[in-house]
């Protein structure tokens, strides 16, 4: 069974940084694609950043060079390294758990909300 929990959210001036943090239960790592996404108000919840296949990494093209996702196994946590935050980055942030086999099988932390101030 999985559990997600994030943490590192915060309210941050554009142009700082933010370390998002996403603790997962079990030993889950090498089933499951880990990875982020982002809901603003109003907003349909889009990909951030995730892990594929083999290790690879998917980031959305209004993040790239700027945000970047890491893991530690060990740990059983998936990190977002958010640099040059801009107001537009501003949305409640989700940790997200895709099982590598079974279709369907996702999991959502409760979400932990940033807000880049201008």
């Known amino acids: 069974q999985a559990q997600l929990v994030e943490s590192g959210g915060g309210l941050v001036q554009a142009g700082g940084s933010l370390r998002l943090s996403c603790a997962a239960s079990?030993?889950?790592?090498?089933?499951?694609?880990m990875g982020w996404y982002r809901q603003a108000p109003g907003k349909q919840r889009e990909l951030v950043a995730r892990?594929?296949?083999?290790?690879?990494?998917n980031y959305a093209d209004s993040v790239k060079g700027r945000f970047s996702i890491s893991r530690d196994n060990a740990k059983n946590t998936v990190y977002l390294q958010m640099n040059s935050l801009k107001p537009e980055d501003t949305a409640v942030y989700y940790c997200?758990?895709?099982?590598?086999?079974?279709?369907?099988?996702?999991?959502w932390g409760q979400g932990t909300q940033v807000t880049v101030s201008s």
């Open positions: 997200n758990a895709a099982h590598r086999v079974v279709a369907g099988n996702n999991y």
């Open positions: 079990g030993s889950i790592f090498g089933r499951y694609n």
């Open positions: 892990f594929i296949s083999g290790g690879s990494t």
